[in-house]
Structure formats: structure tokens, C-alpha cells
């Protein structure tokens, strides 16, 4: 799959994250699971969206939240409605 792709469907799973009361942050093997992609994959990815400024994460990428610039990117990327 192609890894824009899984850029989105990572923020998309973060963006849920953000509508429970207490938004902790979403930690990589259950993005890993939910995308099943190998821990190591999603580590590089999360590291490659931080690097992009969508999201952050901790320094060893186990943990990850959505940042504004993020849940901008998701909002610019949904197809127009006619």
C-alpha cells in the first residue's frame, strides 16, 4: 500500500483517538495492529509524520498524537462532496 495512504489512515486513527475524554497518547503497536504493519514499519512512519509536523511522538516513536497541522492534512485530503 501505498505510504500516503498510510499516513492518512495513521491520522485518521489518531483523530479517533482524540474523542475519547481523556485523549491519551495512541501508542505504535496498536497503530501497528489496526494498520498490520510490523512495530519497526510503523515506528519509521510515525518518525517520518513527526519529521512532517502532523503529528508528534515520543522520541523512540512508541507513542504518537495528532498535531492541528495533522487534523488540517486530514481535512484537505477528503474528496469534495457534490
Given at each position: 500500500?501505498?505510504?500516503?495512504?498510510?499516513?492518512?489512515?495513521?491520522?485518521?486513527?489518531?483523530?479517533?483517538?482524540?474523542?475519547?475524554?481523556?485523549?491519551?497518547?495512541?501508542?505504535?503497536?496498536?497503530?501497528?495492529?489496526?494498520?498490520?504493519?510490523?512495530?519497526?514499519?510503523?515506528?519509521?512512519?510515525?518518525?517520518?509524520?513527526?519529521?512532517?509536523?502532523?503529528?508528534?511522538?515520543?522520541?523512540?516513536?512508541?507513542?504518537?498524537?495528532?498535531?492541528?497541522?495533522?487534523l488540517h492534512?486530514?481535512?484537505?485530503?477528503?474528496?469534495?462532496?457534490v
Amino acid at each position: 500500500m501505498r505510504t500516503d495512504i498510510r499516513k492518512l489512515q495513521v491520522l485518521h486513527i489518531l483523530r479517533e483517538n482524540l474523542k475519547n475524554p481523556s485523549p491519551q497518547a495512541v501508542r505504535a503497536d496498536d497503530i501497528a495492529l489496526r494498520l498490520q504493519l510490523s512495530l519497526p514499519e510503523t515506528q519509521l512512519l510515525l518518525k517520518v509524520m513527526t519529521d512532517m509536523g502532523v503529528i508528534e511522538s515520543s522520541v523512540d516513536s512508541h507513542l504518537a498524537l495528532i498535531t492541528r497541522k495533522g487534523l488540517h492534512h486530514l481535512q484537505s485530503s477528503r474528496p469534495a462532496t457534490v
